[in-house]
């Protein structure tokens, strides 16, 4: 059985997409066989990991269709490898802001992506779900299919604020889908040079102990250059400051799982 | 009649909130009543502007809510004042997420906007509509509604990447429903230490000669701490670079005024 880990916040630019493609690399890294699996129709991941979007036959999209059915076979066959080794990709493309339309439509659509999964779940030891910067439907599918939730925080003021809603929507779920979702917040884009960054950091680790990871991720250049190289940070800059503090979060997370 | 400008980039975090909020105060220093209007559920624009979220009795949901016919003479009342002489607010709540999921599944939602802004402006001679990073059906009702649409560019990779699905999308509504949408690209974020700020900027100004405006507003501090105290930059750091280029910015979309 993997483990799911939802990569989730509503606001935008917080670094989701590169948690979970950096976390995704830094657990291969480790031996780990992962796929990530990009949830959002911007499809950021799948530009990350260098696929040509517009020219996929098969995403993501196909396997939560509910008229997808008839793709059952071609299962298999919408999962990349990427440069690094133990490291694969379910992508995304546009038509899932289509289906995503469609499904939530439907009674009981948040197991879908659940169910869907469940094929996949004996092939890795974990699956990142990287989600778009909404509450939407696509995000409650992750949060209802997921064992942990790590929620990236840019310590700026925005993002610190929404803490508190985020945090009832995530209650709301385990209320309601998923009682063994397990709710983290991650510091990144901390900026040690300025005083807001400094002032939002403290006041997560003082408002929000129980959720707040020891590991903070830093302002790093090379965490804005991968993403026009296919790579990601791991072979980009394998010993930049961005790097070692992904590698951490893994160990951190390693640390937490449920029934290791 | 107002001059109506849409802030609109399905990619988060690129400064949508921070133009809207910054250009509606260099508006109005410059003498110009106008309204902002917060079109994103998550409410960050309310918040920079001061106003407690959870408390607000009217927002813009109740104005576009279908079965709000029977606020009409409470429409008045949801327009707040903020800390800035002749710049007003039309604050949004979560309510609207729910709005905005009934709205579009009813033909013709894209003009609804429009039509209810129509009742704003004779009052105001510019309406800045901030929205949410997303393509989805309030972001299209401001498109609709609108005669400018400003997308802040990150000068990332992802950002950049995206620029020409967004034209594509942009067009459509063009075509199907607003003529004269003028459309604008304005890069933000700009980091002149970093290499890859310095060739996205490049890359935009050679991609998009025709959208990309001059101005270009680069990473200030001041653009971050703005929004923890209720005031716009214009009133928080008056002589900061940040504040510079905003009033910049504000004098060349006058410039560019259709009919002005
Ligand atoms: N620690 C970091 N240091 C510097 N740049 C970073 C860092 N983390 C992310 N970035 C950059 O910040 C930008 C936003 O990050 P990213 O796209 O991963 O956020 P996101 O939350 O997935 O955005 P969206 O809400 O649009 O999906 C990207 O250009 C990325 O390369
Ligand atoms: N020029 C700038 N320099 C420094 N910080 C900035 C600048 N512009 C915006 N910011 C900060 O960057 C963060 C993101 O900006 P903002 O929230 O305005 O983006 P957005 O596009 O509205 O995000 P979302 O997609 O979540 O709605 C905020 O903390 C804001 O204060
Ligand atoms: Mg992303
Ligand atoms: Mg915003």
Redo the contacts with the bound molecule.
């Keep these: 059985m993997a483990h799911i880990i939802a990569i989730s916040n509503s606001?935008?630019?917080v670094g989701k997409t590169t948690t979970c493609f950096s976390l995704g690399a830094c657990l291969a890294e480790a031996g780990r066989r992962t796929l990530v699996v990009d949830l959002d129709p911007e499809a950021d991941l799948t530009v990350a990991a260098g696929l040509d979007v517009e020219a996929l036959t098969w995403s993501v999209a196909d396997v939560l269709d509910v008229d997808g059915e008839k793709a059952g076979g071609q299962r298999r066959s919408v999962v990349y490898a990427t440069a690094v080794d133990r490291l694969y990709l379910l992508p995304s493309n546009p038509r899932l802001a289509e289906v995503e339309r469609r499904l939530s439509e439907r009674p009981n659509y948040e197991r879908r992506l659940a169910r869907e999964l469940a094929s996949f779940n004996s092939m890795y030891e974990f699956v990142l779900l990287d989600t778009p910067?909404a509450l939407g439907g696509l995000t409650l599918m992750a949060l209802v299919a997921a064992s942990y939730v790590v929620t990236p925080v840019?310590c700026?003021?925005?993002?610190a604020r929404r803490l508190t809603r985020i945090l009832n929507v995530f209650r709301a779920v385990q209320g309601r889908f998923n009682p063994k979702l397990a709710i983290y917040f991650l510091p990144t884009l901390y900026d040690q040079r300025t005083r807001i960054s400094r002032g939002v950091l403290t006041q997560l680790q003082q408002s929000f102990p129980d959720q707040v990871l020891e590991t903070v991720i830093g302002v790093d250049t090379r965490l804005r250059e991968y993403a026009a190289t296919a790579e990601p940070i791991t072979l980009y800059a394998p010993s930049s400051r961005g790097t070692e503090q992904y590698r951490q979060l893994a160990r951190e997370m390693l640390g937490k799982l449920q029934g290791a």
């Design positions: 606001k935008g630019g910067p840019q700026e003021y925005y993002s």
